[in-house]
């Protein structure tokens, strides 16, 4: 996994926050939190949400799940899904526990009950780094897994990183850049991530005049130059999804950092397509 940050240029957060729904929850990613609140010096911070809906659903009527193993369908209640997800939250506790104090990491557990979306924006404040893998409300719900981190990405004022699989092959570093501010201190954290002997940095411009292009490549190439990081700088020729989409696809992008004014321009649809492409996405006040 990529370092994310760095304490110099972001010492105003004071927790990394993971956020684990079960069934959804990935222990294995919790490694990868521990070490970016070493880098950070931060409390490392864990929220287990358990889903009301899935409660509610357990609690219908001939409720039951099926066992994929055995092709059987099992009676499943209110208490028993209870049990089921105090289990769940003992074992992420435990390896929370041995992670943090294996690396001297200060930590904090909670659990919550409620809809995902209101727990998280109820739980995080603007000094943290919030973490989000594959957060989603229960089948009760009708709302989407894509709308349930579009809620929280619109509402929330910390920084998000959208963890995805990327897989093990080289992929590139890319920085979204419009030239505000919040686009510049995504490319100063964009120089953290990046490491000696990976492939250039690719910077997406959006569409623009050529004399403001020209302008915008002179500076970027003048700040990545003076730290001796090479890059790749393109132009989309349209400010839709799609357009994106396919630039980070031909690009092999493999983790996407852009200020959050100019990527939630895109909409809703643009974390469809980084999930597609197993591009993980970090989105920077």
Same mark, same amino acid.
């Given at each position: 996994?990529?370092?994310?940050?760095?304490?110099?240029?972001?010492?105003?957060?004071?927790?990394?926050?993971?956020?684990?729904?079960?069934?959804?929850?990935?222990?294995?990613?919790?490694?990868?939190?521990?070490?970016?609140?070493? @880098?950070?010096?931060?409390?490392?911070?864990?929220?287990?949400?358990?889903?009301?809906?899935?409660?509610?659903?357990?609690?219908?009527?001939?409720?039951?799940?099926?066992?994929?193993?055995?092709?059987?369908?099992?009676?499943?209640?209110r208490?028993?899904?209870?049990?089921?997800?105090?289990?769940?939250?003992?074992?992420?506790?435990?390896?929370?526990?041995?992670?943090?104090?294996?690396?001297?990491?200060?930590?904090?557990?909670?659990?919550?009950?409620?809809?995902?979306?209101r727990?998280?924006?109820?739980?995080?404040?603007?000094?943290?780094?919030?973490?989000?893998?594959r957060?989603?409300?229960?089948?009760?719900?009708?709302?989407?897994e894509?709308?349930?981190?579009?809620?929280i990405? @619109?509402?929330?004022?910390?920084?998000?990183?959208?963890?995805?699989?990327?897989?093990?092959?080289?992929?590139?570093?890319?920085?979204?850049?419009?030239?505000?501010?919040?686009?510049w201190?995504?490319?100063?954290?964009?120089?953290?991530?990046?490491?000696?002997?990976?492939?250039?940095?690719?910077?997406?411009?959006?569409p623009?005049?050529?004399?403001?292009?020209?302008?915008?490549?002179?500076?970027?190439?003048?700040y990545?130059?003076?730290?001796?990081?090479?890059?790749?700088?393109? @132009?989309?020729?349209?400010?839709?999804?799609?357009?994106?989409?396919r630039?980070?696809?031909?690009?092999?992008?493999?983790?996407?950092?852009?200020?959050?004014?100019?990527?939630?321009?895109?909409?809703?649809?643009?974390?469809?397509?980084?999930?597609?492409?197993?591009?993980?996405?970090?989105?920077?006040?």
């Amino acid at each position: 996994m990529m370092n994310i940050i760095t304490p110099e240029q972001a010492s105003d957060i004071r927790r990394v926050v993971i956020v684990l729904s079960p069934p959804a929850g990935n222990l294995e990613k919790m490694q990868g939190t521990v070490e970016i609140a070493l @880098r950070l010096k931060a409390e490392m911070h864990v929220l287990f949400i358990e889903d009301i809906n899935l409660l509610r659903l357990a609690a219908l009527p001939r409720a039951g799940e099926m066992s994929y193993g055995l092709g059987e369908i099992r009676p499943l209640d209110r208490e028993r899904m209870e049990r089921v997800l105090k289990a769940q939250a003992n074992a992420v506790r435990e390896k929370l526990s041995a992670l943090a104090a294996r690396h001297k990491v200060p930590w904090s557990f909670q659990v919550r009950r409620g809809h995902v979306s209101r727990e998280v924006l109820a739980s995080v404040v603007g000094e943290d780094l919030l973490i989000l893998d594959r957060v989603r409300e229960s089948l009760v719900s009708s709302t989407r897994e894509e709308g349930v981190l579009w809620r929280i990405l @619109r509402q929330t004022t910390s920084t998000v990183l959208l963890q995805r699989d990327a897989g093990h092959a080289p992929r590139a570093l890319t920085v979204y850049f419009d030239g505000t501010p919040a686009a510049w201190r995504a490319l100063r954290l964009a120089t953290s991530c990046f490491q000696e002997g990976s492939l250039p940095m690719t910077i997406v411009l959006p569409p623009m005049e050529e004399a403001e292009e020209r302008r915008a490549r002179a500076h970027i190439e003048e700040y990545l130059g003076a730290q001796g990081i090479p890059c790749r700088i393109h @132009r989309l020729r349209e400010s839709t999804c799609g357009c994106l989409a396919r630039m980070l696809a031909e690009q092999g992008c493999g983790l996407f950092i852009g200020g959050r004014p100019g990527l939630m321009e895109y909409g809703e649809s643009l974390l469809r397509d980084l999930e597609g492409l197993g591009c993980g996405c970090l989105l920077v006040n």
